[in-house]
C-alpha cells in the first residue's frame, strides 16, 4: 500500500503549476515507474539477501544493509529515512493547508479558513488548523500508548477508501468504452479487493464519510435558505 499511497496529495497544488494539466499526470507517471521500480527493486534484494528471515524482521532494510554494509550501512539508511520523511512532509503540510483552504472558500469548513486558497497564496490558517490535527493526532498516540501498528492500518484503510471512491467516480466520468475508462473498471475491480482486506479497520473511514455527507447537507441547505433570503 505504501508503494503508491499519497501521490495524491500533489493534486492539492494544481493551482501552483503554470500548466497542471501537462505537469500533474507528467510527474505523477514518473513518480509511479521510479518509486515501482525501487520496491522492486528492494524487494528482490531482501529476499535473495535474508531468505524467509526477511519477512519475520521489523526493519528487513537495516538488516539487509548490516549484511551488505557492515558497521556503518544501517546509519547511512537511517539518514536516508529521516530525508525521506522530510521531504514527504514538505509535500503533505502544504496540500492539507491548500485542502483546508479550499474547504473554507468552498463552504464546506468555516469561512475563516479561506484564505490562502488562490494559487501563490500562503494558507496560514489551514496550516495553523493541520498543526492543531497532527499534534492532537500525536498527543492521543503517545497520552493513551496506542499501538502504532492500529494507526497505520486506519491510514491505509483511510485512503483505500478514498481510492474507491476516486475510481468509481472515474469511471463515471470518463469516455465509456474508452482505454482511460477500462482502466478505471480494472482499477474498481482492484481496490475493491484491497477495501475487503481493510475489515474492520474501514470504521474511521466511514465515521468520517457520515461526517462529510452531514456537513454536505448542512452546507447545501444552508445556501438554498441564503438565496432564498
Known amino acids: 500500500m505504501w508503494a503508491f499511497a499519497g501521490w495524491e496529495a500533489i493534486t492539492h497544488w494544481a493551482s501552483e503549476f ?11 507517471a514518473i513518480a509511479v ?9 528492494l524487494q528482490i534484494a531482501t ?12 526493519v528487513p532494510l537495516i538488516d539487509l544493509v548490516a549484511v551488505t554494509l557492515p558497521g556503518f550501512g544501517p546509519a547511512i539508511v537511517a539518514g536516508i529515512a529521516v530525508i525521506v520523511v522530510l521531504g514527504v512532509l514538505n509535500v503533505y503540510i502544504p496540500a492539507f ?6 474547504l473554507g472558500r468552498d463552504g464546506d ?3 475563516w479558513f479561506a484564505p490562502g486558497a488562490a494559487g501563490g497564496e500562503v494558507p496560514r490558517r489551514g496550516l495553523l488548523l493541520t498543526a492543531v490535527i497532527c499534534l492532537g493526532y500525536t ?5 493513551f500508548d496506542l499501538d502504532l ?30 482505454v482511460g475508462w477500462w482502466m478505471a473498471v ?39 435558505e441564503e438565496v432564498r433570503a
Open 18 to 28: 503554470k500548466n497542471p494539466r501537462r505537469t500533474l499526470p507528467l510527474a505523477t
Open 33 to 41: 515507474v521510479v518509486v515501482g521500480v525501487a520496491y522492486l527493486a
Open 47 to 58: 529476499v535473495m539477501v535474508s531468505g524467509a528471515q526477511g519477512g519475520s524482521s521489523l
Open 97 to 102: 493547508g491548500n485542502l483546508a483552504a479550499s
Open 109 to 111: 469548513l468555516p469561512r
Open 139 to 143: 498527543a492521543i498516540r503517545f497520552a
Open 149 to 178: 501498528k492500529v494507526f497505520i492500518l486506519i491510514h491505509t484503510s483511510s485512503m483505500v477508501a478514498v481510492y474507491l471512491l476516486g475510481v468509481i467516480a472515474a469511471v463515471r466520468l470518463l469516455e465509456r468504452f474508452s
Open 186 to 224: 480494472l482499477s474498481v475491480l482492484l481496490v475493491g479487493g484491497l477495501v475487503l482486506l481493510a475489515g474492520a479497520n474501514l470504521l474511521i473511514p466511514a465515521i468520517l464519510a457520515i461526517v462529510a455527507l452531514v456537513v454536505t447537507v448542512v452546507t447545501v441547505v444552508t445556501r438554498k
